[in-house]
């Protein structure tokens, strides 16, 4: 056991690309003491020729090598299709380096981390750690709370990250017709994060691929055993920006729908923040893809900063969702009522079903029949549930006399 232990402790393996020999020394320390091993090259050249050969389970990528520069690595690791997370570094300020990870990130590569010089070395040992941590994960009961990215990693691999489930009510017959999958974390207390608590760092520190294809696992797994109950449900994911820029999104969608044998016609993936994406292009063969694939897609938050009408005629749409904080007030806002009932009108001349979120309350709903609105989702009918509770709700609901505003929850 503990020959094992050592042997994978040897495969974490770091190979520095970085010309300035002060750099490349700290950094082979801090690697030491996090249990890698490293090797370094100050040359692009160099690197092509012992890359292949080490075959290094991370990388640290200085922009300014001797003779060239780290685009030319990147290039490199796409061409060959190389999947080792790349770490990159620069002496050249904030902009440089995020635009260099953006391009990374569009040439499929795996940034684990970007740091400007002189290198911050406790938030370079987290990385690290981080990293090692993939490789090889702890046991249970050793993943410790004081790292917060590694404590929500480990979350996502135990499936601690779980989807609860809020459904989507067609206005005009009153039956449930949807569901959107809320992430949720379970903590081990038994308390339960929001996502405000957690998407933010995942974000942050490229787990929202992991975090979203668990969810949409967890999820699908649920709507194969409704469809087998046959409840006609579909089901609503939300997808980050970022993802639309990630190169094997779709196919990974496709893998995951095929391996729970759930048709892709169920699925609607909710984007919001096409105002973040720096790649336009990237993000409209993403986009394309899925549809491709018969993925409804659904312009979330609609008549917020973080999703325009611009989109509207960029994306193929199959709904818009009209953001909480219109629903919410139309009461007491003449103004969420006008916004409302536009975003209704022109969803409707654009071909697509509208959904508003954050139906709170009878008049709200009334309002919004009113308007044409075709489904809603919100408080008034159910706060997002885990699934078992779900079916309960649902099946409670479902009696003989089922009205629109039955079942709501307290
Ligand atoms: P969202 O996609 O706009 O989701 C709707 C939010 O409104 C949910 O908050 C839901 O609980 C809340 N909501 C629904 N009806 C009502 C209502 O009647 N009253 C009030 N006050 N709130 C209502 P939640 O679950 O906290 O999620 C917040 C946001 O976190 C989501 O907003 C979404 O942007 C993000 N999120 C959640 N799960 C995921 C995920 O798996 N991936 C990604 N990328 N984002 C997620
Ligand atoms: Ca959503
Ligand atoms: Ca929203």
Redesign the pocket.
């Known amino acids: 056991m503990e020959h094992e232990t050592r042997q994978a402790m040897s495969e974490r393996h770091i190979l520095v690309v970085e010309d300035e020999p002060g750099v490349v020394g700290m950094v082979a320390r801090l690697a030491r003491s996090c249990g890698y091993r490293a090797s370094s090259t100050a040359s692009v050249e160099g690197f092509i020729k012992v890359f292949e050969h080490l075959r290094p389970s991370l990388l640290l990528v200085d922009l300014k090598l001797a003779g060239g520069d780290g685009v030319e690595v990147f290039s490199f690791l796409a061409r060959v299709n190389a999947r080792t997370p790349v770490i990159i570094i620069s002496g050249f300020g904030d902009q440089v380096l995020s635009s260099s990870a953006h391009l990374a990130r569009c040439l499929g590569l795996t940034v684990a981390g970007i740091f400007s010089k002189p290198l911050d070395v406790p938030a370079f040992l987290t990385t690290l750690d981080t990293w090692a941590e993939r490789e090889m994960p702890l046991p249970a009961d050793q993943a410790t709370s004081e790292n917060p990215v590694r404590r929500l990693r480990h979350a996502i691999d135990r499936g601690e990250l779980m989807p609860y489930f ?1 459904p989507q009510i067609d206005l005009e017959s009153g039956q449930v017709v949807g569901v ?4 949720r974390w379970q903590q081990p207390d038994g308390r339960v994060e ?3 608590e957690f ?1 933010p760092l995942a974000e942050e520190n490229g787990l ?1 691929l992991d ?2 294809m668990s ?1 949409l696992d967890q999820a699908l797994e649920r709507h194969r055993a409704w469809r087998s109950e046959g409840l006609d449900l579909s089901l609503s ?4 920006a970022g993802l639309l820029e990630c190169r094997d999104f779709p196919d990974q969608v496709d893998a995951t729908l095929a391996r729970h044998g759930v048709p892709a016609e169920c699925l609607v993936l ?1 984007v ?1 923040e096409q105002s973040a994406i720096r790649d336009p292009v990237r993000a409209m063969e993403t986009l394309t893809r899925l549809c491709l694939s018969q993925v409804s897609l659904s312009l ?2 609609l008549g917020t900063a973080h999703s325009c009408l611009a989109e509207l005629r960029r994306i193929p749409l199959r709904e818009t969702k009209i ?2 904080r219109f629903v ?1 007030d139309l009461a007491d806002a003449a103004q969420s009522r006008v916004i409302v009932k536009a975003i209704a009108a022109l969803s409707h001349e654009l071909g697509l079903r509208v959904v508003a ?4 309350d009878v008049a709200a709903l009334e309002y919004l029949r009113q308007v044409g609105v075709d489904v809603g ?4 009918f159910s ?2 549930l885990p699934a078992d509770e779900f079916l309960t709700w649902l099946r409670a609901r479902s009696g003989p006399q089922s009205k629109l505003t039955e079942g709501i929850s307290t």
């Open positions: 809020q959107e999958a809320l992430a929001l996502p405000s998407i929202m975090l979203t969810l994911v939300n997808i980050s909710e919001t979330d938050d953001d909480t919410l979120e954050g139906v709170a989702q919100g408080y008034l706060r997002p």
